[in-house]
C-alpha cells in the first residue's frame, strides 16, 4: 500500500470515512491535502505519520476526548505543523501540507498548562532539537556519589553539564573526590550525610535546595547497602539498618525533594535498585524486599506525581563491580556461576549503568516514566544460554 493511500484509507478506518460524523455525533474533520506530488509514498511513512495522529484520533468522548483536542491543538501550530509536513515528506518522500481540524472551536485559545505542555513536546519530541542530549543548566543530587556508580553517575551527569551536588557518610572519601573533579572542571558539591539518619536527610535536600535556589532537576536514589544472610539468621538490627539506608531514604528523598523537583517545571527522579527485587537471588532477603519496594515506590510516583511534571524510574543492575561486591567476587567460584548466568558472558561495569541514568534524565525520554530498566547484561530474561535453560535462584 502507498503512504498516501495508507494514510486515507488508515484515517477513513479510525474515523469511519475521512470526513465522517462520530459516535458523539460531532465533525470532527481530519483533512491531509496534497498539494503537490502524486499520491504515493512508503508504508512506513504512513505508520509513522499515523502515529504522530494518534493523539487527534484517540477517542472522542471523556478525557481521551480533550486530549484529543489539545493534540489538535497543538498540531494547529504552524511551526509544528511545519515540522510535521517536513517530517512526513522526509517518510514519505512527497511534500504534503497539514491542515488538521476538531470539533473544537477553530480560534479556541490554549490554557497555561497546554501552552506549557506543547512548549515541552515542541523541545522533547522533536529529533536533533539543541539539548535534547544534554544536561547542560540541569541540577542534581545524587546520593553515594564517593565510590562505585554513584561516583560515576556524578561524573556522566557533571560531564554532561549538569551542576551536581553529592553526599557520602566519610568527610575525608568526599574531600579527595571533590579535588578530582574540580581538577576535571565538574561542577560539584558535597555534603557529608548519613542518609539512614531521618535528620540528615532533611538537612542534605535543604543543602541542596540552597545550592540550587530552590529548584531541583534530577534527584538520583543511589546509595544503598546490603547484608547478605540466610534470612533466619538476621536480626532485628539489620532488619532496620538496611531498610532504612536503602527504602525508607529513598522514599523520604523524594518527598523532601517534591516542591523543588515540581519547581524546576521539569523533574526526574532515578532510583537505583537491582535485579534481587525482580528475581530471586539467593541470600539478601531483605536487601532484595527494599529494592522491590522501590520499584513500586516508583510506579506509585509515576503516576501520582505525572502532574507536576515530575518523572520517575528504576534503573536495576545485575552484578556491577564496586566496592558493595568487591569481597563477594572475589570467591572465583562465585563469580563464575554469576557470569555463567549472564548471556552477556561478563560483569557490569559502573558506566554501563551511569548511562542510562544520565538518558533518564534527559529531554530525548520525557515520555518514559514508571519504568523499572535493568542493566543485568540480560540476566532477568528468562532465555536458553548455550542449550540449557537459565534457572532462578542460583
Ligand atoms: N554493585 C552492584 O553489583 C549492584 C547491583 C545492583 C544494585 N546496586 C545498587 O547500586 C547502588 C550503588 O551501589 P554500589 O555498588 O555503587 O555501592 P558502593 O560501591 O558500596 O557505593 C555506595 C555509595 O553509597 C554511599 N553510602 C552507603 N551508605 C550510605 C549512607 N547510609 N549514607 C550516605 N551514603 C551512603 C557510600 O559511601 P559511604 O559508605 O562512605 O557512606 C558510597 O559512596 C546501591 O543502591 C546498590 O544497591 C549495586
Excluded at 553515594?144 to 554513584?150: E, F, K, N, V
Excluded at 546490603?226 to 518527598?255: G, I, W
Aim: glycine share 10%; net charge positive.
Amino acid at each position: 500500500m502507498s503512504g498516501w493511500t495508507g494514510f486515507q484509507a488508515g484515517l477513513a478506518a479510525q474515523t469511519g470515512s475521512n470526513t465522517g460524523a462520530h459516535q458523539d455525533g460531532s465533525r470532527e474533520q481530519l483533512r491531509l491535502t496534497r498539494p503537490t506530488g502524486r499520491q504515493t509514498g512508503s508504508q512506513a511513512g504512513w505508520t509513522d505519520t499515523q502515529a504522530g495522529w494518534t493523539g487527534v484520533q484517540a477517542g472522542r468522548t471523556g478525557p481521551q476526548a480533550d486530549r484529543s483536542r489539545r493534540a489538535v491543538r497543538q498540531y494547529r501550530r504552524p511551526d509544528l505543523q511545519r515540522h510535521l509536513a517536513d517530517v512526513c515528506s522526509s517518510w514519505s518522500g512527497r511534500n504534503f501540507a497539514l491542515q488538521g481540524v476538531s470539533a473544537a472551536p477553530v480560534n479556541a485559545p490554549n490554557t497555561p498548562a497546554e501552552t506549557s505542555e506543547m512548549a515541552g513536546a515542541e523541545t522533547s519530541a522533536t529529533a536533533g532539537a539543541p539539548g535534547r542530549w544534554s544536561l547542560h543548566g540541569k541540577t542534581a543530587l545524587v546520593t553515594g556519589g564517593t565510590r562505585g556508580i554513584g561516583r560515576v553517575v556524578v561524573e556522566e551527569l557533571a560531564a554532561l553539564g549538569a551542576a551536581v551536588h553529592t553526599c557520602s557518610r566519610k568527610e575525608a572519601e568526599l574531600a579527595e573526590r571533590l579535588k578530582e573533579w574540580e581538577a576535571k572542571g565538574f561542577r560539584v558539591t558535597v555534603s557529608v550525610c548519613d542518609l539512614s539518619v531521618r535528620e540528615q536527610r532533611e538537612r542534605l535536600v535543604r543543602d541542596a535546595g540552597d545550592r540550587f535556589g530552590s529548584k531541583l532537576d534530577i534527584l538520583v536514589n543511589n546509595a544503598g547497602t546490603n547484608r547478605k544472610k540466610p534470612t533466619t539468621e538476621y536480626s532485628a538490627e539489620d532488619y532496620s539498618f538496611v531498610m532504612a539506608t536503602n527504602l525508607e531514604s529513598a522514599y523520604h528523598l523524594c518527598q523532601l525533594a517534591h516542591p523543588l523537583l515540581k519547581a524546576s517545571g521539569s523533574g526526574n527522579i532515578v532510583l537505583i535498585t537491582s535485579i534481587a527485587g525482580i528475581v530471586a537471588l539467593n541470600g539478601g532477603t531483605i536487601y532484595a524486599m527494599t529494592k522491590g519496594a522501590m520499584n513500586q515506590l516508583t510506579k506509585n510516583l509515576a503516576c501520582e506525581w505525572a502532574k507536576d511534571n515530575i518523572r520517575t524510574n528504576s534503573v536495576a543492575p545485575g552484578y556491577i563491580f564496586t566496592s558493595l561486591v568487591e569481597r563477594l567476587l572475589a570467591n572465583k567460584e562465585f563469580e563464575a556461576s554469576v557470569v555463567g548466568r549472564t548471556p552477556l558472558r561478563r560483569l557490569g561495569e559502573p558506566s554501563e549503568v551511569s548511562s542510562l541514568v544520565a538518558f533518564l534524565c534527559m529531554p530525548g525520554s520525557t515520555y518514559i516514566t514508571g519504568q523499572t530498566i535493568s542493566v543485568d547484561g540480560v540476566q532477568t530474561a528468562p532465555c536458553v544460554v548455550t542449550g540449557r535453560r537459565v534457572n532462578w535462584p542460583v
